[in-house]
T-cell receptor
Framework: TQLLEQSPQFLSIQEGENLTVYCNSS?????LQWYRQEPGEGPVLLVT?????EVKKLKRLTFQFGDARKDSSLHITAAQPGDTGLYLCAGDRGGTYKYIFGTGTRLKVLA | DTGVSQDPRHKITKRGQNVTFRCDPI?????LYWYRQTLGQGPEFLTY????????KSRLLSDRFSAERPKGSFSTLEIQRTEQGDSAMYLC????????????FGPGTRLTVT
């Protein structure tokens, strides 16, 4: 059973376009993280959200945690080729610090 | 500033052989995690340590897998009698208890079982 579903699975866009990636679950999470992973490397933490409805911005990236803490979204404005990678969300269900990862969204930004 | 390191980065072994991977966490981090990631999937939790105590093990971690963190610093993950299904990227992460939930990942060890 996959607790965290990400959509879309794959996304190929042109440089300068905007995009949104979704992370959905029927479970409530104490906290949720977004990572970016490049081939052959470990995931790199982008942001952690802990409060329902929370919005965090990291340059051109905007992260939102759903009010019920069951879902999250990542919006990228004016995507650049350097944004290419696998985007993963990960949730902690009970403050255990044991994270359940989503299925991932593979983004390719074409120059 | 040293992050999480893992050794080796790549390992090719024949089915039935034993392999051992090492993870060196960020020095002040007392929590250490092992994950397994197969192609096209997100990482799956295997086990985690708080200091030297192994607090939780996933059902994914069969009895052929064992992990240790003897002095609460580095950790090893051993796989005995490897099978082709063990081929994956093995990721280690560390965090500081009481910190803002942040895990830092190492580069991973890619295991190929032939």
């Amino acid at each position: 059973t996959q607790l965290l579903e990400q959509s879309p699975q794959f996304l190929s866009i042109q440089e300068g376009e905007n995009l949104t990636v979704y992370c959905n679950s029927s479970s409530v999470f104490s906290s949720l993280q977004w990572y970016r992973q490049e081939p052959g490397e470990g995931p790199v933490l982008l942001v952690t959200v802990v409060t329902g409805g929370e919005v965090k911005k990291l340059k051109r990236l905007t992260f939102q945690f759903g009010d019920a803490r069951k879902d999250s979204s990542l919006h990228i404005t004016a995507a650049q080729p350097g944004d290419t990678g696998l985007y993963l969300c990960a949730g902690d269900r009970g403050g255990t610090y044991k994270y359940i990862f989503g299925t991932g969204t593979r983004l390719k930004v074409l120059a | 500033d040293t992050g999480v390191s893992q050794d080796p980065r790549h390992k090719i072994t024949k089915r039935g052989q034993n392999v051992t991977f090492r993870c060196d966490p960020i020095s002040e981090h007392n929590r250490l995690y092992w994950y397994r990631q197969t192609l096209g999937q997100g990482p799956e939790f295997l086990t985690y340590f708080q200091n030297e105590a192994q607090l939780e093990k996933s059902r994914l971690l069969s009895d052929r897998f064992s992990a240790e963190r003897p002095k609460g610093s580095f950790s090893t993950l051993e796989i005995q009698r490897t099978e082709q299904g063990d081929s994956a990227m093995y990721l280690c992460a560390s965090s500081l208890e009481g910190s803002s939930y942040e895990q830092y990942f190492g580069p991973g060890t890619r295991l190929t079982v032939t």
